[in-house]
T-cell receptor
């Protein structure tokens, strides 16, 4: 079975500073990787995903994540955060050849952007 | 498209009462998932359906929980009887198999059992 570990439960950061959210997964087979964002009192929204190809993937609002197969990691970064980036971020994996479209989520990382 | 619709958005009930949560997936989506989110346990998958058929209910905590999907546009999650430890936010999500695995989440139902 696969598992996802998000090493930081909370990350306080000042506005316009960079942020990195760490995600490591364990799986004996190939996986797809995702980052979801949850704004206060809302459901989860897909932020970005890695399916194949370039190991660096980007979102439309300045986030990027890099898939590192040897380290089984998919860390999320943003070079300069805004107040509006305050949210909880979830890393998730899905086994490529498994039926069912099930996602396994990490425990989440709360990002609090301070002015 | 309106997205995944959940009702009610908030539910407060007393221990022992029956609670029914409702979900309308996005039209054309063939998978539907029910999740529970708590501070202590994070996001847990309870059950999921494919073409209205329950595929995996191994995450359902106990027999007090049941879920149905009578048609492609409606699903319910029922708790009977409810207990205070069931207090959580319950999310419904749907996906179309050909959509590169993006699950679309509803806004959630915040359940409080007193």
């Amino acid at each position: 079975a696969q598992s996802v570990t998000q090493l930081d439960s909370q990350v306080p950061v000042f506005e316009e500073a960079p942020v990195e959210l760490r995600c490591n997964y364990s799986s004996s087979v190939s996986v797809y990787l995702f980052w979801y964002v949850q704004y206060p009192n809302q459901g989860l929204q897909l932020l970005l995903k890695y399916l194949s190809g370039s190991t660096l993937v980007e979102s439309i609002n300045g986030f990027e994540a890099e898939f590192n197969k040897s380290q089984t990691s998919f860390h999320l970064r943003k070079p300069s955060v805004h107040i509006s980036d305050t949210a909880e971020y979830f890393c998730a994996v899905r086994v490529i050849k498994a039926a069912g479209n099930k996602l396994t989520f990490g425990g989440g990382t709360r990002v609090l952007v301070k002015p | 498209d309106a997205g995944v619709i959940q009702s009610p958005r908030h539910e407060v009930t007393e221990m022992g009462q029956e609670v029914t949560l409702r979900c309308k997936p996005i039209s054309g989506h063939d998978y539907l998932f029910w999740y529970r989110q708590t501070m202590m346990r994070g996001l847990e998958l309870l059950i999921y359906f494919n073409n209205n058929v329950p595929i995996d209910d191994s995450g359902m905590p106990e027999d007090r929980f049941s879920a149905k999907m009578p048609n492609a546009s409606f699903s319910t999650l029922k708790i009977q009887p409810s207990e205070p430890r069931d207090s959580a936010v319950y999310f419904c999500a749907s996906i179309r198999t050909t959509s590169y695995n993006e699950q679309f989440f509803g806004p959630g139902t915040r359940l409080t059992v007193l």
